[in-house]
Nanobody
Framework: VQLQASGGGLVQAGDSLRLSCAASGLVFRNNAVGWFRQAPGKEREFVAAIRRSSTNTYVRDSVKGRFTISRDNNQNTVYLQMNSLKPEDTAVYYC???????????????????WGQGTLVTVSS
């Protein structure tokens, strides 16, 4: 299984970025996909997740209204649209996939089976 995260970069506060997570080696449509982030010196934290069905999405409170997660099962890709970025959004963003997670486990990094390599997002003030 390979998850390739991309789309990070250096932006200014208020700007937007769209991260992509391209998956291979798994039946993509059968997997929930999530985004986590890790800032320097901090633990990895949940950002957003989307279930097999695109109608079931979850985002952390601090990014609600700014970040949107979506998926294209034909392209085996999940997107994280990030708007109105803030300096506190600066982190390495990782995507993860898992075929079996229940809702209570979506925010628990240790419960996800597959991980990508991460893409760095830096937001300057």
């Amino acid at each position: 299984v390979q998850l390739q995260a991309s789309g990070g970069g250096l932006v200014q506060a208020g700007d937007s970025l769209r991260l992509s997570c391209a998956a291979s080696g798994l039946v993509f449509r059968n997997n929930a996909v999530g985004w986590f982030r890790q800032a320097p010196g901090k633990e990895r934290e949940f950002v957003a997740a989307i279930r097999r069905s695109s109608t079931n999405t979850y985002v952390r409170d601090s990014v609600k209204g700014r970040f949107t997660i979506s998926r294209d099962n034909n392209q085996n890709t999940v997107y994280l649209q990030m708007n109105s970025l803030k300096p506190e959004d600066t982190a390495v963003y990782y995507c993860a996939a898992d075929p079996r997670l229940i809702s209570s486990s979506l925010s628990v990094a240790a419960d996800w089976d597959y991980w990508g390599q991460g893409t760095l997002v830096t937001v300057s003030s």
